[in-house]
């Protein structure tokens, strides 16, 4: 069975380490942060000026000093610390940031990723996104496999405007797990019960299919 | 040397048509809210607007979105403000939509006397396109420019009389650098103190950077996305 959003979640968290410092984009990424493993400490960063972004707030603690970068009420961790937007994407162009989760459109078997911009119908524009793509050490994407009209959204190509040229490492969907290699897409794992030839007829980007494909273990 | 003005109304009436303003702000967090309401009673017309958000449709820089007072906006994210988005695909309004991170960094950059710097953030896709590119370490970077104002009008939580600022929580965001970029700074303060109320420790941006500032009042502080434990 196909996972849900939060399944993609609780997925993207296992790749989380101890120690790392994390920025979640808006939308399914932000959820994975519900599942850091018990054992490990992670860090957020909200490119807003958070570093140790933590839960939502309890009503009476509420202050709208302190927002997400998706303009959402949060609460900073002890031992965090607030910045400047100038300082927020100094780090992130530095590479302190260890890991990025984020959303898309589309994603290309190259690695390219576009997830800013529909010509003509939607033009919100590209907030940190194109920071985020072209300086974290690993970028892991967090998406539907296929778009509302069920065309597939792991391409050969990118037809929308891109956000990053050659930047994603991992995409993980409602049916598989998939690293972008010199090759194109591997598949690495599929949600529970999902087939590989789903996969396949949903992935119009080039894929490479191991003899075994294990199962996600969440 | 006197920098304190009464009120929104007078610290913003030498602005005129045309003007190039920085705001402060992240969405709704942090913005001048005085100084925008003086903005649209002025009735100044043909605004360039440097902010990173855009407001929504009824509060914030929407504002001055209803009012028709801007013909350019250059900010990084305009999604939560649909007559925004409205008036970018119409051809009504000018945009540029810059990455939040070169936002940002042009803004400090101007704030700190460089004319250019170079980001990887955006090589290879549309926004690269006449911009000069070159490599440094095998890596390819943007060459992008500082950005100046006119005027940069930011809120603060505190400021003291000479014109040092104290910053609270997660309103820093633009407003730090651009209170440090503008060619004049204008701050409305939740708080104003006299010198020395202030330690030189807490200060979050000098008052060399800051030509006028006065006492703000009835914000309204709002929340775009109230959101709680569940």
Known sequence: ???????????????????????????????????????????????????????????????????????????????????????????????????????????????????????????????????????????????????????????????????????????????????????????????????????????AGKLIVPEFVPEMDI | MNKVFNNAIEATADIKNGATIMLGGFGLNGIPENCIAALVKHNVLDLTCISNNAGVDDFGLGLLLQTKQIKKMISSYVGENALFEKQLLSGELEVDLVPQGTLATSIQMAAMGIPAYFTPAGVGTEIAIGKEVR??????????????????????????????????????????????????????????LEPGAIDPDEVDVAGVYVHRIFQGGNYQKRIERRTTKI
């Open chain 1, 1 to 203: 069975m196909a996972l849900d959003k939060f399944g993609i979640a609780k997925r993207i968290a296992k790749e989380l380490k101890d120690g790392m410092y994390v920025n979640l984009g808006i939308g399914i990424p932000t959820l994975v942060a519900n599942y850091i493993p018990q054992d490990i400490t992670v860090v957020f960063q909200s490119e807003n000026g958070i570093l140790g972004m933590g839960p939502y707030p309890e009503e009476a603690a509420i202050d709208a000093d302190l927002i997400n970068a998706g303009k959402e009420t949060v609460t900073v961790i002890p031992g965090g610390a607030f910045f400047d937007s100038a300082e927020s994407f100094g780090m992130i162009r530095a590479g302190k940031i260890d890991l990025t989760v984020l959303g898309a459109m589309e994603v290309s078997e190259q690695g390219d990723i576009a997830n800013w911009k529909i010509p003509g119908k939607m033009v919100k524009g590209m907030g940190g996104a194109m920071d985020l793509v072209a300086s974290a050490k690993n970028i892991i994407v967090a998406m539907m496999h296929t778009n509302p009209k069920g065309e597939s959204k792991l391409l050969p190509q990118c037809s929308l405007p891109l956000t990053g040229v050659g930047c994603v490492k991992r995409v993980v969907t409602e049916l598989a797990v998939l690293s972008i290699t010199p090759n194109g897409f591997q598949l690495l794992e599929r949600a529970p019960g999902v087939t590989v030839e789903e996969i396949i007829a949903k992935t």
């Open chain 2, 135 to 192: 490599e440094f370490d095998g890596k390819m970077y943007l060459m992008e420019k500082a950005i100046h104002a006119d005027f940069a009008i930011v809120k603060a939580w505190k400021g003291d009389k000479a014109g040092n600022l104290v910053f609270r929580k997660a309103t820093r965001n633009f407003s730090t650098s651009m209170a440090k970029a503008g060619n004049i700074t204008i701050v409305e303060v939740e708080h104003l």
